[in-house]
């Protein structure tokens, strides 16, 4: 049997839900609930809006992506707590403020659900976070790749995640 067939559903849900949550409260002092798993990624959640998009792969026994999208305005708000700083302090500093937060952000959300695969005999490792910034942005699926896609609501704030798994 093909390993991707053992990384069920339930797992890939559980793992995402727990690492957005811890990452949302101890980063960002804010609860993140989980909204749906639905069909539909960014293009409707951010349409019209800008948004930051931070991914980090795996690669191992599953290879895979994981975007994780927010709301232009989160991120700075993401930004701001993450360093301690004023929304005036903030505007101060140069564009790859926000970017290096979320690029944190990130890998610290696909750290935890990485983990969570390895713990149950998938290993791999992470590549470094990229982060893309700007309107009406969209992923496309890689080939071949098992999709999930996780919305999530913290501090009134719409965030999705965007998993793609594939078997080596």
């Known amino acids: 049997m093909p390993a991707l067939?053992?990384?069920s559903d339930t797992l890939v849900q559980d793992s995402i839900i727990r690492a957005v949550k811890s990452v949302c409260t101890k980063m960002l002092k804010h609860d993140a609930a989980f909204v749906e798993k639905g069909l539909e990624g960014t293009q409707n959640?951010?349409?019209d809006r800008p948004h930051v998009f931070g991914s980090v792969g795996f690669l191992g026994k599953v290879d895979g992506i994981v975007y994780l999208c927010i709301p232009d305005d989160f991120a700075q708000d993401a930004a701001g707590?993450?360093?301690?700083?004023s929304p005036?302090?903030?505007?101060?500093c140069e564009d790859g403020t926000v970017k290096d937060v979320v690029g944190e952000i990130t890998n610290m959300t696909v750290g935890g659900f990485k983990n969570a695969l390895c713990d149950v005999g998938f290993p791999c490792k992470l590549t470094l976070p990229t982060i893309v910034r700007g309107?009406?942005?969209?992923i496309s699926c890689m080939k071949g790749?098992?999709?999930h896609i996780?919305?999530?609501?913290?501090a009134g704030h719409r965030l999705v995640a965007d998993i793609q798994l594939k078997q080596e």
Do not use: N, Q, T
Request: proline share 0%; net charge negative; with cysteine.
């Open 88 to 92: 005036s302090e903030l505007a101060m």
């Open 5 to 7: 067939a053992l990384i």
């Open 45 to 47: 959640a951010f349409k």
């Open 145 to 147: 790749a098992e999709r």
């Open 150 to 154: 996780f919305h999530f609501d913290c």
């Open 135 to 138: 309107d009406h942005l969209s």
């Open 81 to 85: 707590r993450v360093l301690g700083m």
